[in-house]
């Protein structure tokens, strides 16, 4: 599903990947892990193409990314990844249902069309009486629901996820865990997530372990 070669960064004189490589196969969960500073996040924006290498290259769901023009990885991005940050990123003006709908209507799905495959996610979320609710009315956990449903309403390849347990508490952090693992169990996503959460990796299918730059062998 992913295969990273070779990845290089730099911002700077400071080279912050140095020739990282992975894989992740499609429907495994794994956890990148590593202490601050050490790369996971640029290498997470590097493959969730909002940043790019300065050498090596990314493939997802057999498109190399690396060879794609800005038009058409702004198309790749929206249709094939879904992202799932620590501060949620909902957009305080419109309501849950509505942030969810955002990535299909950019994707041009017709607007009745996104608000049922919107709904259905918030459904399936357990998020069904807070369709109207607006960022500022949901608790964090519920943000963070919210979040998730907007990353999987394209369906995408991938899902990739950064500390997005980092602003929970413990109860909505399991819940997030757990729903991780639903969906994948129930919409067959494979999910990458950066985390310095401990219980998290450990649950995870597999840990890729980061530090200065570099991928640690196992």
Known sequence: MITAENITKSFGDLQVLKGVSLQVSKGEIVSIVGPSGAGKTTLLQIIGTLDKADSGTVVINQTNISKLKERDLALF??????????????????SALENVMIPALIAKMPPREAEHRAKELLDFLKLSDRFDHK???????????????????????????????????????????????????????????????????????RIIEMNDGMVCDS
């Open 135 to 205: 960022p500022a009315q949901l608790s964090g956990g519920e943000k963070q629901r919210v979040a998730a449903a907007r990353a999987v309403i394209n369906s995408p390849s991938v899902i990739l996820a950064d500390e997005p347990s980092g602003s929970l508490d413990s109860r909505n952090k399991e819940e997030l865990h757990r729903l991780f693992f639903d969906l994948r169990n129930e919409l067959g996503q494979t999910i990458v997530i950066v985390t310095h959460d401990q219980h998290l990796a450990a649950i995870s299918d």
């Open 77 to 94: 991005r929206n249709r094939e990844i879904g992202f799932i940050f620590q501060f949620h990123q909902l957009l305080p003006e419109f």
